[in-house]
């Protein structure tokens, strides 16, 4: 008896919603702040599972070319360990949405290889996404060439931004967008294009071809991206190295020179001219400080880095088999911390991302995840050769080169919380294994599979209906809080009592409720975001300030010496409430025994704000570093001027920083 492949064009109204729903989130999430929002997140969700369940309710069975038991099998497990890692989570009030992303992004990886396995029509489909895919890489490039030019914004972001805050620009997230993409470009402009011939109209094709490419190619160095750079390069010479292997030894050198020679040409041209443009109107970065490292993060993003990494190491160590929880880096990390506001979301390394917030087994199913299917695209695309003296522009061998610069660049970038580049890297790398030989691989039982997707994409909507609802409620509060109306924003709060994914809900709750002089109820919130997680300094640091106000000095001594654990090199307010508590209980003797660590703390914030390091001349860390200085100089009068000139300093930097700022010419567009 034949099985019916489950996406066969019989169900031809099904088939089409599905591919064209993902189709339309591929998109949405490339031009919608690159898919950085959790509203991205909830609609890939959605969107997977209802993919899921459309192609295994509408078909009993699974088809004859499945996916590969140790490729499901590794699938399923990394989601059952990030699942058990949540639920065993020290900061479980963030996490859920990278809960939801590996399920929804593993459901889409499932479904692709299926989809794109079915013989002609999976071809048609192929075809079709790295068309939508390209156009899509056009327009984000005109949006960001457009911002770039008119918004005082010194590096190209693409359509990675968000407009509301002045802030979050993700230069190095569109660089890594186009590391994955820029070979499909590549494809798709040179696809169908002759290199044998010789006549004038076909020479002028290949240049408005060829100049696409290297308006893309100049949108990447435009990002100012020295990783992205370097990764770069990296994929040129590993593509360079394929085509020789496959055309020794005749390298075809006069069909390669003439595309490199317009695609260079036109990316310098663009990258100049671009500039050109932008510095009657903006400041415009100079290429030779970001190569020397005399850029504003100077050498720190360099450093900084190799502290992640150690540090990542470090607390991997200490919970090894699940990790601390998906998200928990920001909230742990500050406990290893040794500089000025080197804190960071993740640490810069997918590999030790996973091993830290989710254990070594995580870890290893990862890395077959993703080993299994480069490994043999590898061995295969290293062993095949091809026509001697042509050029043949492989959509296997391209699609592989991107999956490798997105790899890469995620060894020292952490940029996969963009749904804009985990989607269309997930749909790319289901894509590549259709074009593997896997025939001697074990396919997974479709009985098994189809009732475990089932189950899973079943239990994945349920969690989005039910969060998303509340996700509304305290964006409202959210809402109201920031446009100055605290009463409306906790009657929104307390709607929200329900919601799971709370992130900084019940730190909110607390600071109205402390503006509000109702002291209990603050505290009540503060306990309930203890719950969920004690990691945080901030809380610490709340809960601090709230017993010093209700007069409970000692427990305000205790709070704030949490928090100076947790955040000293964050927020100089947790070192300010942590001498007043000393003064509170007429402790002056252990400030003195302290002062050598806090007189050099407040060094090394001095010296951030001269250097405006991260940005901090713009923080309140200004002002506080201020108040810090005058207590001590009163404390201790005979180094008032030494304290004096500090506060002094830190202030005409930050008035300079901040007038700069201010005197920017205002965006053209918003």
């Known amino acids: 008896m034949k099985i019916t492949n489950p996406f066969a064009r019989t169900k031809v109204p099904w088939c089409t919603t599905c591919e064209w729903l993902v189709l339309g989130l591929l998109v949405l999430s490339i ?13 890939l969700t959605g969107v997977a599972a209802f993919i899921t369940l459309v192609s295994h309710t509408k078909n009993r069975r699974i088809g004859n070319k499945d996916v590969p038991l140790m490729l499901w099998g590794a699938v399923m497990g990394f989601i059952a360990l990030t699942i058990i890692s949540y639920l065993l989570s020290t900061t479980s009030n963030y996490g859920l949405d990278e809960v939801l992303r590996t399920g929804a992004l593993s459901l889409v990886l499932l479904w692709i290889i299926r989809a794109a396995s079915d013989g002609d029509a999976g071809d048609e489909y192929i075809v079709r996404i790295v068309r939508i895919l390209c156009i899509t890489v056009i327009v984000a490039c005109g949006i960001g060439i457009m911002v770039y030019v008119f918004q005082p914004v010194n590096r190209l972001v693409g359509s990675f931004f968000d407009f509301r805050f002045h802030t979050d620009y993700w230069p190095n997230a ?40 290297g308006l893309v190619f100049a949108c ?48 310098i041209g663009c990258f100049l001219s671009i500039n050109a443009v932008r510095s009657n109107l903006s400041e415009v970065q100079e290429v030779g400080e970001k190569v020397t490292l005399s850029a504003a993060e100077g050498s720190s993003s360099v450093s900084e880095r190799f502290g992640f990494w150690s540090q990542a190491l470090n607390l991997a160590t200490q919970k090894p088999l699940f990790g601390w929880g998906p998200y928990s880096f920001r909230f742990v990390q500050p406990q290893l911390q040794r500089q000025v506001l080197a804190t960071s979301d993740h640490p810069h390394n997918v590999i ?35 026509e001697v003296g042509s050029l043949k522009f492989s959509l296997r061998t391209l699609m592989y080169i991107g999956l490798v610069g997105v790899i890469v660049h995620n060894m020292i970038d952490f940029n996969l919380q963009f749904v804009g580049i985990t989607l269309p890297f997930w749909l790319l790398l289901g894509i590549l294994m259709t074009y593997l030989d896997i025939d001697s ?3 997974v039982p479709p009985a098994v599979a189809r009732w475990t997707e089932i189950l899973l994409a079943s239990a994945l909507l349920v969690v989005v209906l039910y969060e998303g609802a509340y996700l509304g409620i305290s964006s409202a509060g959210r809402r109201a809080e920031a446009i100055g109306d605290p009463f409306t924003a906790i009657e929104w709060y307390e709607k929200a009592q329900g919601e799971y994914f709370t992130r900084d809900l019940h730190l909110s709750r607390a600071k109205i409720y402390v503006q509000e002089s109702k002291y209990k109820e603050a505290q009540a919130a503060l306990d309930e975001y203890f719950a969920v997680n004690n990691e945080d300094f901030r809380a610490w640091k709340r809960q601090g300030d709230i017993a010093l106000l209700s007069g409970e ?26 001498i007043e508590a000393y003064l509170a209980l007429d402790l002056k003797e252990e400030i003195e025994s302290q002062k050598p660590m806090i007189d050099g703390l407040l060094v090394m914030f001095a010296d951030a704000i001269e250097r405006n390091a991260h940005h901090i001349a713009l923080s309140p860390n200004v002002e506080e570093l201020i108040a810090i200085c005058n207590m001590l100089a009163r404390l201790y009068p005979q180094e008032a001027p030494r304290y004096q000139v500090m506060a002094a300093k830190a202030d005409h930097h930050a008035q300079f920083e901040r007038n700069r700022i201010q005197s920017r010419p205002p965006g053209f567009l918003w």
């Open 31 to 43: 031009l919608w702040r690159g898919g950085k929002s959790l509203d991205m997140t909830w609609l």
């Open 174 to 213: 569109w660089a890594q967008f186009l590391l994955l993409t820029w070979p499909l470009v590549l494809y798709w402009v040179l696809r169908d294009y002759r290199f044998d011939t010789k006549d004038l109209r076909s020479r002028s094709e290949l240049l408005m071809r060829s100049a696409i490419v």
């Open 220 to 267: 990447l160095l435009l990002s100012f991206s020295r990783g992205g750079f370097l990764v770069f390069l990296s994929q040129l010479s590993l593509w360079g190295l394929i085509i020789y292997k496959k055309t020794r030894p005749q390298f075809p050198v006069r069909s390669i020179i003439p595309v490199s020679v317009v695609v260079v040409t036109v990316a």
């Open 352 to 386: 030790l991302k996973i091993l830290m917030e989710r254990g070594i087994l995580a870890t290893v199913l990862f890395v077959i995840l993703v080993g299994l299917v480069m490994y043999r695209a590898t061995v295969q695309l290293l062993s095949d050769r091809i």
């Open 441 to 443: 691989l074990r396919n």
């Open 553 to 578: 000095k000692q427990r305000a001594l205790e709070s704030y010496k949490h928090a100076f654990e947790r955040g000293r090199y964050n927020d100089l307010s947790v070192l300010h409430g942590l």
